[in-house]
């Protein structure tokens, strides 16, 4: 036994649990309103943030403590500070770099463990629809700011030729959208194009066509149930998958549903999560949150379907260009990419 090797260890699964620990407070800290209070990063004590928002003194002094001890806050005489890049970060839901709100993935995970439990112990599959109702709320908070932030100032200009066909006016489906996020988006961008999205996911559904609604492009951007297998169209200019077609059982099929629903000369976008074609190459601060969460989601998720392949959030780009060139596709390539994301190009 390597006495130096168990301390190392052991001071990172204290880290680690602090970490744990921490997500939990970040998570009240954004329900309560006490980041988007500090936003501007003015000093507070903790009775005027409690005052402010309406908490007891006592617990806020422990949860600035607690962001303070975390590298998470400053403070100087009694006074705490939420830093510029901080608020950027957990306060600032515009921000390309707002996590705040995807925390609640991770704490759908732990609401869930029983359910992975027998999962693990079972046949492997957890479906979406199955997990806390935090996933989804949590899931469309955690990919929004991507969105909003490169759907339409990167990914789509580096495929080839979409954005004149999106200004010109295209038909467009977005499969597995979820709570519509990247829908809306684009339809709010390209007002001449039409978007279908399309979830086997009834309830995300519902809440998808509110946000078009609330988004004010109902009239270009609706919603309707179906699987990636057996959506309706066979004219559309281009077919999106944002971070789901590795959750799906049959993401060949997918695909091949995909090449003859869509115009001869049209594209798939494919966004996926980032990854490295080995584990070797995956073992970064990046792979280990999405290994850890493809566990508890995405693979359960696959392997509750027909066909059950489980890519796993790490698939990586090799493996996802087996799956295109198995459904038929001619060209398929690596259109663009960031820290958390592959963008990738499909055409017939
Ligand atoms: C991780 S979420 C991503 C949601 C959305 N695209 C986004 O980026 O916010 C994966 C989505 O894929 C959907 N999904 C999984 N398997 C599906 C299938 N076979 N057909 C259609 N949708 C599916 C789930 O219901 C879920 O909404």
């Known amino acids: 036994m390597d006495e130096a090797k168990l301390n190392d260890f052991m001071g990172k699964l204290v880290s680690d649990m602090g970490a744990a620990a921490m997500l939990a407070n970040v998570i009240l800290g954004d329900e309560l ?16 943030l409690a005052a402010q928002t309406g908490c007891h003194p ?52 732990f609401h869930d463990k029983d359910k992975l439990v027998a999962a693990m112990r079972g ?27 490169f759907l339409v100032a990167q990914w789509l200009p580096a495929l080839d030729g979409v954005v004149d066909k999106l200004n010109a006016g295209a038909q467009v489906a977005d499969i597995g959208c979820g709570h519509g996020a990247s829908t809306v988006v684009m339809a709010q961008a390209f007002p001449a194009s039409r978007f279908t999205g399309f979830d086997y996911h009834a309830p995300s559904i519902a809440t998808a066509t509110q946000r078009a609604n609330e988004g004010g492009v109902d009239d270009r951007a609706r919603f309707a149930q179906a699987t990636a297998k057996d959506f309706p169209g066979t004219d559309y200019d281009l077919i999106c998958y944002f971070d789901c077609l590795h959750d799906m059982g049959d993401p060949v099929g997918a695909a091949q549903h995909a090449y003859q629903a869509l115009k001869p000369d049209g594209t798939v976008l494919l966004v996926e999560p980032f990854a490295n074609d080995t584990l070797d190459e995956n073992i970064n601060p990046v792979g280990r949150l999405f290994y850890a969460a493809s566990t508890f989601i995405c693979t ?49």
């Not at 970060?89 to 705040?100: G, H, K, N, Q, W």
Request: charged share 20%; net charge negative.
């Open 33 to 48: 309103g006490l980041y988007k209070a500090m936003a501007d990063s003015r000093p507070v004590t903790p009775q005027t």
């Open 300 to 348: 359960p998720n696959s392997l509750s379907q027909e066909v059950g392949l489980g890519l796993g959030a790490q698939a990586g780009e090799a493996r996802l260009r087996e799956v295109f060139e198995a459904a038929g596709f001619r060209s398929f390539r690596r259109a663009t990419q960031t820290p958390f994301n592959l963008i990738l190009e499909a055409r017939r």
């Open 58 to 109: 006592r617990l806020i002094r422990e949860w600035l403590n607690a962001h303070v001890a975390s590298g998470y806050m400053e403070h100087h005489d009694g006074h705490f500070v939420l830093p510029e890049e901080q608020a950027l970060a957990l306060a600032i839901e515009d921000s390309p770099v707002y996590v705040a709100g995807g925390m609640m993935v991770v704490a759908s995970m």
């Open 123 to 149: 046949d492997g599959g957890l479906a979406w629809g199955d997990h806390h109702p935090c996933m989804f709320s949590g899931t469309e908070r955690f990919f929004r700011p991507g969105y909003k932030s």
